[in-house]
């Protein structure tokens, strides 16, 4: 198996695939990056051929994204990526994205787990062939994740910010091949909490998510939005079902031109 420790693919951002504002959608961008790590997994032994015959998969569990700026329609832009570090739960993932003419863009940063297929539960990377001259020297500048809120922050913290709540039930189209809601949805939804008067003002500078737990079909989830108040201030939430958290994420907006 030859060990290609990192993979580039090029793209070009089309108006139909653009958002609102003629930039790359972060969904698009996950969706693109969750592609290429499949892409680079199965080139290196560890991917979908390996891993499907077992009852295995990959899942994400944490995605941190900081861009500097953001692909506009009709331009060319690459997406890197390479392993960062590995253990017997959980791989450690970066990426790096360019415009057409190399310059950076921003990077992200993911940890990844496997689970059993058929139980939803994660396992240990042993059956996998994994090997240490895989593993990247190529630097993520960006920071790890935070701290985020926990649910009794969340109710406790009115004198951060407001304090707001909505609804969503999840349906067909939100579900993906391991039957539970997909990443992407969840991004999507957390993105419709603000209006597009803010993303016409702003744009994402970083944003971050981390997974506790699976949503299925046709569970009703509650998000809560609270401002964290630090130096740059973010907005903080946590997504749960039956009052129990499935996710939490922090996205920090900037004002277009800064």
């Given at each position: 198996?030859?060990?290609?420790?990192?993979?580039?693919?090029?793209?070009?951002?089309?108006?139909?695939?653009?958002?609102?504002?003629?930039?790359?959608?972060?969904?698009?961008?996950?969706?693109?990056?969750?592609?290429?790590?499949?892409?680079?997994?199965?080139?290196?032994?560890?991917?979908?051929?390996?891993?499907?015959?077992?009852?295995?998969?990959?899942?994400?569990?944490?995605?941190?994204?900081?861009?500097?700026?953001?692909p506009c329609t009709d331009s060319d832009y690459s997406i890197t990526t390479w392993i960062e570090s590995w253990n017997r739960r959980f791989s450690s993932r970066c990426f790096c994205v360019a415009d057409g003419e190399s310059n950076i863009l921003g990077y992200m940063r993911t940890v990844w787990m496997v689970i059993?297929?058929?139980?939803?539960?994660?396992?240990?990377?042993?059956?996998?062939?994994?090997?240490?001259?895989?593993?990247?020297?190529?630097?993520?500048?960006?920071?790890?994740?935070?701290?985020?809120?926990?649910?009794?922050?969340?109710?406790?913290?009115?004198?951060?910010?407001?304090?707001?709540?909505?609804?969503?039930?999840?349906?067909?189209?939100?579900?993906?091949?391991?039957?539970?809601?997909?990443?992407?949805?969840?991004?999507?939804?957390?993105?419709?909490?603000?209006?597009?008067?803010?993303?016409?003002?702003?744009?994402?500078?970083?944003?971050?998510?981390?997974?506790?737990?699976?949503?299925?079909?046709?569970?009703?989830?509650?998000?809560?939005?609270?401002?964290?108040?630090?130096?740059?201030?973010?907005?903080?939430?946590?997504?749960?079902?039956?009052?129990?958290?499935?996710?939490?994420?922090?996205?920090?907006?900037?004002?277009?031109?800064?």
């Open positions: 198996m030859e060990e290609i420790k990192e993979l580039t693919e090029h793209y070009r951002l089309t108006p139909g695939a653009s958002n609102a504002e003629q930039r790359l959608p972060l969904p698009l961008l996950v969706t693109q990056m969750i592609d290429i790590a499949t892409r680079h997994a199965n080139m290196l032994g560890f991917g979908s051929d390996i891993m499907d015959p077992q009852g295995l998969g990959w899942v994400l569990s944490r995605l941190t994204v900081q861009m500097k700026r953001w059993d297929v058929r139980t939803h539960k994660g396992v240990t990377t042993d059956r996998l062939n994994f090997r240490e001259s895989l593993i990247s020297d190529r630097e993520c500048p960006i920071p790890l994740q935070d701290r985020h809120i926990t649910l009794e922050t969340l109710e406790h913290g009115t004198e951060q910010g407001v304090l707001s709540r909505s609804k969503y039930t999840f349906r067909y189209t939100d579900i993906d091949f391991y039957r539970h809601v997909n990443t992407v949805r969840y991004i999507e939804l957390l993105l419709n909490q603000y209006t597009l008067s803010d993303f016409d003002a702003c744009r994402i500078h970083r944003f971050e998510i981390a997974f506790m737990r699976e949503a299925l079909y046709g569970q009703e989830a509650v998000i809560h939005k609270l401002r964290h108040v630090e130096e740059m201030p973010a907005d903080d939430f946590v997504l749960t079902v039956e009052e129990m958290p499935v996710l939490r994420a922090r996205i920090r907006l900037q004002l277009r031109g800064e």
